[in-house]
């Protein structure tokens, strides 16, 4: 199977990563004990097609020959160790060069109904998740993703919880009409009982324009099926998982540049 096509990455890419996380773990093979079934290649490549596709452990574990709690134990143990080497590619919102016009907009990325986190339950998605605000160039490229919160919290919530508005220069970016009141420039709300000015339609359509951008930046993050199909892991291993897949997409852009 070609690389690129499970893993994401291209195989200069995820020979890099695997020096990576050698690095940090020191050596793999076992000089006592009962030796691991995986190689360090074959424990990074079931984790980051795990991250990449959000199949089951069960499939993989077929897929490998191995059992899935050898699959288990070889993502809780490589997937922090991604996250950890390859959060120094991370891009953050106090990272964007002064003067950019930034596209902002809140994803949600759906999980397991668990009874004891109510709060990721989104009134406006019908369905649980954690809420992350996505940030973009006018030419799409991908300039940061939040860190999650809790489904039910409102993009306007989201944009302040974050720091967004100390971050960014609102009045240079855009949002949709999640984000009135945040000092981003957004369309304008039909008024009750009526219609918007001919200049007003016009001013959206052109808002939205620009807006298309990070809904293209959006769809690229969730190419990691991970964040846009159901997560099955305990909701308490998300933030884990998420910094990994994080760090993934950074890397590879830091990589392609």
Known sequence: MRTQRTTGLSAEQFAQLCRLV???????TRSRGRPHLLSLGQAVKVTVMYEKNNVTEEFLGELFG????TISRAINKVEPVIADVLAEFVAHPDDVPDGIVVLVDGTLTPCWSWADAPDLRSGKHKTTGHNHQVGAGLDGRLLFITDPLPGKTHDARAFRDNGLDKHLNAPNGFGDKGYL????????????????????????ATVNSFRAAVERAIANVKTWRILHT???RPWSTYQTAFNAVRGLIFFRASLEL
């Open 66 to 69: 191995v059992s899935q709690p």
């Open 230 to 232: 159901d997560y099955r």
């Open 22 to 28: 050698l690095a940090k773990l020191g050596p793999w």
């Open 181 to 204: 009141g945040t000092g981003l420039i957004t369309p304008f709300r039909k008024p009750p009982g009526g219609e918007l000015l001919a200049w007003q339609k016009e001013f959206n």
